[in-house]
T-cell receptor, first 116, second 113 residues
Framework: KAGVTQTPRYLIKTRGQQVTLSCSPISGHRSVSWYQQTPGQGLQFLFEYFSETQRNKGNFPGRFSGRQFSNSRSEMNVSTLELGDSALYLC???????????????FGPGTRLTVT | GDSVTQMEGPVTLSEEAFLTINCTYTATGYPSLFWYVQYPGEGLQLLLKATKADDKGSNKGFEATYRKETTSFHLEKGSVQVSDSAVYFCALSDLEYGNKLVFGAGTILRVKS
């Protein structure tokens, strides 16, 4: 069974630009979560989507947004990029948004975003 | 808010040594606890989990016991291998509805042959 796929794997952007990252969950998984990983802040939750609806959101500015499509694929968008947005963005999929992490989450390899 | 504190690394061990990575947590509810591992250039993999007090999670020789009285979930392995070299993250999930994970800072483990 194919794992979580994230595209692109690497991306270089300039300050002020916007970027869209894509995540394809494991077949049959309907919940997708996004995390930002940086050396300074570690792993931080961005948002979670289920059935095309945002179910939970982390403490990030409005420049960070996302969406989920009917086939459960998800995209996240960062507008007006800042140097501090340079990070590894990880996507995780699970069957559903269970209580207290009931359903195992499977992580993709991430998209490495560099903002110059 | 919820938080997870892990011992700082890197932790450097010789092959076959005993491993302990400390993890303590603060949570408003009754969380589930997890250990994830990240190998170089890869995403995170779930290593083990525990969902209630005194539960012991185990996988690939790694173990961790959910200690509610000390709010801890320390990771242990009796004999580490070079292939265990990776970054280990302790995490909790506290939402009644959702998969949000709160992670510790991560501990780098280096095992020398």
């Amino acid at each position: 069974k194919a794992g979580v796929t994230q595209t692109p794997r690497y991306l270089i952007k300039t300050r002020g630009q916007q970027v869209t990252l894509s995540c394809s969950p494991i077949s049959g998984h309907r919940s997708v979560s996004w995390y930002q990983q940086t050396p300074g802040q570690g792993l931080q939750f961005l948002f979670e989507y289920f059935s095309e609806t945002q179910r939970n959101k982390g403490n990030f500015p409005g420049r960070f947004s996302g969406r989920q499509f009917s086939n459960s694929r998800s995209e996240m968008n960062v507008s007006t990029l800042e140097l501090g947005d340079s990070a590894l963005y990880l996507c995780a999929s699970s069957l559903a948004p269970g209580s207290t992490g009931r359903y195992e989450q499977y992580f993709g390899p991430g998209t490495r975003l560099t903002v110059t | 808010g919820d938080s997870v504190t892990q011992m700082e690394g890197p932790v450097t061990l010789s092959e076959e040594a005993f491993l302990t990575i400390n993890c303590t947590y603060t949570a408003t509810g009754y969380p589930s606890l997890f250990w994830y591992v990240q190998y170089p250039g890869e995403g995170l993999q779930l290593l083990l989990k525990a969902t209630k007090a005194d539960d012991k999670g185990s996988n690939k020789g790694f173990e961790a016991t959910y200690r509610k009285e000390t709010t801890s979930f320390h990771l242990e392995k009796g004999s580490v291998q070079v292939s265990d070299s990776a970054v280990y993250f302790c995490a909790l999930s506290d939402l009644e509805y959702g998969n949000k994970l709160v992670f510790g800072a991560g501990t780098i483990l280096r095992v020398k042959s």
